[in-house]
């Protein structure tokens, strides 16, 4: 895809075995607002209290009338595991091919320590229920990043 997604782009589908092996696609979520919010990697500092966070939110986003969903390279099996370790009740999608990475445009390029490489973009997006992109989030720094979400998802009618 070229360029990024932005407000009022339409989300690309997608087709996605979650953390149990259950195949999602975006159609999955037709008719609700949807927080597609994706990480590098389970079990990391960063996007271990992302996810935390989200998670200790999920009530209040699904009163907003919408569902968190997590997206990572990382296997299904992995995301079991995950979720398991750190008590989560939030789904997670395996993307080992990195299709849908690519297709909301945040597999990209990396510069550690003058290395680079291709890794995950920690970008979030708000999905409106029509399947339009309402918001998104780049580069996405965690603390109060949940909470921010959870406010544009309130305020999305």
Same mark, same amino acid.
């Given at each position: 895809?070229? =360029?990024r997604l932005g407000p009022g782009d339409k989300a690309p589908d997608f087709r996605l075995p979650d953390d149990s092996g259950t195949v999602r696609t975006l159609k999955s979520f037709a008719g609700k607002k949807l927080v597609l919010y994706?990480?590098?990697k389970d079990n990391t500092? =960063?996007?271990t209290r992302e996810a935390i966070d989200f998670n200790g939110l999920k009530s209040a986003f699904a009163k %907003? =009338?919408?569902i968190v969903v997590g997206v990572s390279p990382d296997s299904a099996a992995s995301h079991a595991k995950f979720k398991s370790k750190h008590d989560l009740d939030l789904e997670l999608l395996s993307d080992e091919s990195? %299709?849908?990475l690519e297709a909301y445009g945040v597999w990209t390029e990396k510069s550690l320590y003058g290395r680079r490489y291709m890794g995950v973009e920690r970008t979030t997006f708000l999905i409106a229920p029509d399947g339009r992109i309402a918001q998104v989030w780049h580069k996405v720094k965690v603390p109060d990043h949940a909470a921010a979400v959870l406010a544009a998802a309130q305020a999305l009618a």
């Amino acid at each position: 895809m070229s =360029g990024r997604l932005g407000p009022g782009d339409k989300a690309p589908d997608f087709r996605l075995p979650d953390d149990s092996g259950t195949v999602r696609t975006l159609k999955s979520f037709a008719g609700k607002k949807l927080v597609l919010y994706f990480y590098p990697k389970d079990n990391t500092t =960063g996007c271990t209290r992302e996810a935390i966070d989200f998670n200790g939110l999920k009530s209040a986003f699904a009163k %907003a =009338g919408t569902i968190v969903v997590g997206v990572s390279p990382d296997s299904a099996a992995s995301h079991a595991k995950f979720k398991s370790k750190h008590d989560l009740d939030l789904e997670l999608l395996s993307d080992e091919s990195k %299709a849908m990475l690519e297709a909301y445009g945040v597999w990209t390029e990396k510069s550690l320590y003058g290395r680079r490489y291709m890794g995950v973009e920690r970008t979030t997006f708000l999905i409106a229920p029509d399947g339009r992109i309402a918001q998104v989030w780049h580069k996405v720094k965690v603390p109060d990043h949940a909470a921010a979400v959870l406010a544009a998802a309130q305020a999305l009618a």
